[in-house]
């Protein structure tokens, strides 16, 4: 069973920062995409980072480019999103989530139908 467990969530103040924690158990393949997705009240999921597990490729939504880092300590198990410059509109909860690789064309942006396992969220809220 797999199981996926973010931290790191609160109350930030805008141009705070913050940093995401997400904790992943149980039997994932070491060969995985991790990422991290976030949904506003009243709005659809949006994919945020994400990172290729073994080789650490990255990729990131163009809107939050230069403001997140995502990272991840094999060793811990864990991934991790460094959030700076915070504003009103990242205020969100945030979700981390993973997929098996299984070609060796794949995606690490989408829209997150094809993310496999998900965590419960944590919230982030910014305030003006």
């Known amino acids: 069973q797999v199981q996926l467990v973010e931290s790191g969530g609160g109350l930030v103040q805008t141009g705070g920062s913050l940093t995401l924690s997400c904790a992943v158990s149980?039997?994932?393949?070491?060969?995985?995409?991790m990422a991290w997705f976030r949904q506003a009240p009243g709005m659809e999921r949006e994919f945020v980072a994400g990172?290729?597990?073994?080789?650490?490729?990255?990729d990131y939504a163009d809107s939050l480019k230069g403001r997140v880092t995502i990272s991840r300590d094999n060793a811990k198990n864990t991934m991790y999103l460094q959030m700076n410059n915070l504003k009103p509109d990242d205020t969100a909860v945030y979700y981390c989530a993973s997929k098996p690789i299984r070609s060796v064309f794949y995606t690490i942006k989408t829209g997150g139908d094809d993310y496999e396992y998900w965590g419960q969220g944590t919230r982030v809220t910014v305030s003006s």
């Open positions: 990172i290729a597990w073994t080789r650490g490729s990255t």
């Open positions: 149980g039997r994932l393949l070491s060969s995985k995409i």
